[in-house]
């Protein structure tokens, strides 16, 4: 049984910079899917990025180049570095693991940017 469990969020201003983390008890096979998704207030769910190893990496159009995701394989963590943060980035952000034919997700932790 896999569970995650998100740190990191907070409120922030616009342009400013936060570092969300998801660790992974359980057993994560180094070559599953581990990804960021979120919901905004009225909105569905959405990918924000996703990561299989360093260099095979996906992220949704409104990220590219504002935000980071990474994994640590040691740790059963992956990392999601988010910069130049703009309100509308302002969501529940989710963890998710999609391993043999399953997804886990976290519980959610709150991003606020202000403006």
């Known amino acids: 049984q896999v569970q995650l469990v998100e740190s990191g969020g907070g409120l922030v201003q616009a342009g400013g910079s936060l570092r969300l983390s998801c660790a992974a008890s359980g057993s994560i096979f180094r070559n599953s899917l581990m990804g960021w998704y979120r919901q905004g207030p009225g909105k569905q769910r959405e990918l924000v990025a996703s990561?299989?190893?360093?260099?095979?990496?996906n992220y949704a159009g409104s990220v590219k180049g504002r935000f980071t995701i990474s994994r640590d394989n040691s740790k059963n963590t992956v990392y999601l570095q988010m910069n130049s943060l703009k309100p509308e980035d302002t969501a529940v952000y989710y963890c998710n693991v999609h391993q043999l034919r399953r997804d886990y997700w976290g519980q959610g932790t709150q991003v606020t940017v202000s403006s």
């Open positions: 990561i299989i190893s360093e260099g095979n990496t």
